[in-house]
């Protein structure tokens, strides 16, 4: 991805960061530094999860012998414990840059120094080593409305499932009327909540003049609504950040995964699956409705699918195309205009040709 404000930085020092709820361990690795050096070598402290714990850190640094501006911090993602202490690092010490990463790719890296041990301080001496190799960008913490829109979109999700569940215990109830009408209440209930944050969704959206133009304009896709496209808003952040449309989908776990080796292994092209699981629920649903519709979606479906193509594999291809053309809107700032919008009617043709 392109970020132009958020270049790689070269570091003297790394500083590995395992987080928890009321502590962090913390190790140094210096950058540049030849092989790998033990593990067990590798300074390591532990710190309270606050304010007061950032400085002591920033003090650990400077008697170690490192100046705070030369060091660069990388942090395994744990939600809001890990959000709260990059911030509250990046206000003591801008130049730390904290970087959280995905504990899946971090995973695999400690995986691979073939630590027979697993400890919080061990881990972070390894994301230290992780740092050193990796060198991740920053985080960018999201505009305080996208954030609120993220949790919206999840708070809504919960409430959904939460739905589904009550009516499928319903449906198994047939003895107790008390429960029955409990179940009844409890799905009224969540539906009414429901309704509520949708409404609390488009409140934020309107608020923001930013999100309402990129909404607008994702909505104005054929099967694309305003659920649909507020979540895949709130979940990716703004399109315009990936350079290339492939690392959109890659990032969206959209891209084909090919499994083969040799002349034995011809394993079954699918997609990798290794993004945001609501982005591809989301894009499904849209999918689904455009297939059906009568438009370009439509006859590309039904193109793969007279090329042997499954059912599901051509339905993939229509939500990458479509996760794709978001972004191509909201570069050129313009709304969707199909393509059989602009192919002339039988009459038209028919009065072209005389």
């Given at each position: 991805m392109?970020?132009e404000q958020?270049?790689v930085?070269?570091a003297a020092?790394w500083?590995g960061?395992?987080v928890?709820k009321?502590?962090?361990?913390?190790a140094?690795?210096?950058?540049?530094?030849?092989?790998c050096?033990p593990?067990g070598k590798l300074p390591?402290r532990c710190f309270?999860?606050s304010?007061?714990g950032?400085?002591e850190?920033?003090s650990w640094?400077?008697a170690?012998?490192?100046?705070?501006?030369?060091?660069?911090?990388?942090?395994?993602a744990t939600?809001?414990?890990s959000?709260?202490?990059?911030a509250w690092?990046?206000q003591a010490r801008?130049?730390?840059?904290?970087?959280?990463e995905?504990?899946?790719?971090?995973a695999?890296?400690i995986?691979?120094l073939?630590?027979?041990?697993k400890?919080?301080?061990?881990?972070?001496?390894a994301?230290?080593?992780?740092?050193?190799?990796?060198?991740?960008?920053?985080y960018?913490?999201?505009?305080?409305?996208?954030?609120?829109?993220?949790?919206?979109?999840r708070?809504?999700?919960f409430?959904?499932?939460?739905?589904?569940?009550a009516?499928?215990?319903?449906?198994?109830?047939?003895?107790?009327?008390y429960v029955?009408?409990e179940?009844?209440?409890?799905?009224l209930?969540l539906?009414?909540?429901?309704?509520?944050?949708e409404?609390e969704m488009?409140?934020?959206?309107?608020?923001?003049?930013?999100?309402?133009?990129?909404?607008?304009l994702?909505t104005?896709?054929?099967?694309v609504a305003?659920?649909?496209?507020?979540?895949?808003?709130?979940?990716?952040g703004d399109l315009?950040?990936?350079?290339?449309?492939?690392?959109?989908?890659a990032?969206a776990?959209?891209?084909?995964?090919v499994?083969?080796?040799g002349?034995s292994v011809?394993?079954r092209?699918?997609?990798?699956k290794?993004?945001?699981?609501?982005?591809?629920r989301?894009?499904?649903m849209?999918?689904m409705?455009?297939?059906?519709?009568d438009?370009?979606?439509?006859?590309?479906?039904?193109r793969?699918?007279?090329?042997g193509?499954?059912?599901m594999?051509?339905?993939?291809?229509?939500?990458?195309?479509?996760l794709?053309l978001m972004r191509?809107?909201?570069?050129?700032?313009?709304?969707y205009?199909p393509?059989w919008?602009?192919?002339?009617?039988?009459?038209?043709k028919?009065?072209l040709?005389a």
């Amino acid at each position: 991805m392109r970020d132009e404000q958020n270049p790689v930085c070269e570091a003297a020092v790394w500083i590995g960061v395992d987080v928890s709820k009321s502590t962090f361990d913390a190790a140094l690795a210096e950058g540049g530094q030849g092989g790998c050096p033990p593990l067990g070598k590798l300074p390591a402290r532990c710190f309270s999860r606050s304010p007061e714990g950032v400085a002591e850190l920033l003090s650990w640094l400077r008697a170690s012998g490192f100046a705070p501006a030369s060091a660069r911090v990388v942090m395994e993602a744990t939600g809001r414990y890990s959000v709260e202490l990059a911030a509250w690092m990046a206000q003591a010490r801008p130049p730390l840059s904290p970087a959280i990463e995905s504990p899946c790719q971090t995973a695999a890296f400690i995986k691979s120094l073939g630590m027979r041990n697993k400890t919080d301080r061990m881990d972070a001496r390894a994301l230290a080593l992780y740092g050193v190799e990796r060198r991740p960008r920053a985080y960018q913490p999201p505009p305080a409305s996208e954030g609120e829109l993220r949790e919206l979109v999840r708070h809504r999700d919960f409430l959904v499932q939460q739905k589904v569940a009550a009516e499928n215990r319903a449906g198994e109830m047939r003895d107790s009327k008390y429960v029955q009408r409990e179940m009844r209440r409890l799905i009224l209930q969540l539906e009414r909540d429901i309704a509520k944050t949708e409404k609390e969704m488009a409140r934020v959206k309107k608020a923001s003049p930013e999100l309402e133009n990129d909404i607008e304009l994702m909505t104005s896709i054929y099967g694309v609504a305003f659920l649909t496209a507020a979540t895949i808003r709130a979940e990716l952040g703004d399109l315009r950040r990936f350079e290339k449309a492939r690392q959109l989908t890659a990032f969206a776990g959209l891209n084909p995964s090919v499994r083969q080796s040799g002349s034995s292994v011809r394993g079954r092209t699918h997609i990798s699956k290794a993004g945001n699981p609501r982005v591809r629920r989301a894009l499904y649903m849209s999918a689904m409705v455009a297939v059906r519709g009568d438009n370009d979606f439509r006859n590309d479906y039904e193109r793969l699918m007279a090329q042997g193509l499954s059912k599901m594999a051509a339905l993939c291809a229509i939500m990458r195309k479509i996760l794709v053309l978001m972004r191509a809107l909201l570069i050129s700032g313009k709304p969707y205009v199909p393509l059989w919008k602009n192919r002339p009617q039988p009459q038209e043709k028919m009065c072209l040709e005389a």
